[in-house]
T-cell receptor, first 116, second 113 residues
């Protein structure tokens, strides 16, 4: 069965370190998204990609970067981790289509990141 | 830009009763409104969605209603069961956005036995 996975599931790192969170999907979806989830804020979009070599900034992109070298993977990098980046991070993917409306986003299980 | 407000933040109902969660959106051109359920320790999962050309959609015990004039949409769960306990998110997609969703802050639904 197709799935979307994230690794690691839990990560503790120190302030100033570079951290990369992995996201891998086998749905063959063109669209991939990274969100962070914090209490009281719901899901906030960090970066997204609509295909290979395409990346775009979301509403909370400062301090984060992504790259898309293939369809399956969209790794999220924290260039210099800060305590404000302690959060739960979710990766999602969806189909691309032509027309109106929207498509279901399939979410990974999340990565809990703690920056000390 | 689009903004989505969701109420209440916490809802506690007796098992077997109905639960209603409401969301309002700001962009009158929004055309897609999904609802996601997030169980503890998992990612959100789509449970129902509605498009702007439809006023109501139902799937077993779950229904969603859309009022385009008032710019609000609601999730209705009837005959609630313990497994309905979760966090529920509403979202909206504006016509200026290809595939991005703007999310509500979430509602924690507690089903009391």
């Amino acid at each position: 069965d197709a799935e979307i996975t994230q690794s690691p599931r839990h990560k503790i790192t120190e302030t100033g370190r570079q951290v990369t969170l992995a996201c891998h999907q086998t749905w063959n979806h063109n669209n991939m998204f990274w969100y962070r989830q914090d209490l009281g804020h719901g899901l906030r979009l960090i970066h997204y990609s609509y295909g290979v070599q395409d990346t775009n900034k979301g509403e909370v992109s400062d301090g984060y970067s992504v790259s898309r070298s293939n369809t399956e993977d969209l790794p999220l990098t924290l260039e210099s981790a800060a305590s404000s980046q302690t959060s739960v991070y979710f990766c999602a993917s969806s189909e691309s289509y032509s027309g109106t409306g929207g498509n279901e986003q399939y979410f990974g299980p999340g990565t809990r990141l703690t920056v000390t | 830009g689009e903004n989505v407000e969701q109420h209440p933040s916490t809802l506690s109902v007796q098992e077997g009763d109905s639960a209603v969660i409401k969301c309002t959106y700001s962009d009158s051109a929004s055309n897609y409104f999904p609802w996601y359920k997030q169980e503890l320790g998992k990612g959100p999962q789509l449970i129902i969605d509605i498009r702007s050309n439809v006023g109501e959609k139902k799937d077993q015990r779950i229904a969603v209603t859309l009022n385009k004039t008032a710019k609000h949409f609601s999730l209705h769960i009837t005959e609630t069961q313990p497994e309905d306990s979760a966090v529920y998110f509403c979202a909206a997609k504006g016509t200026n956005s290809n595939y991005q969703l703007i999310w509500g802050a979430g509602t924690k639904l507690i089903i009391k036995p």
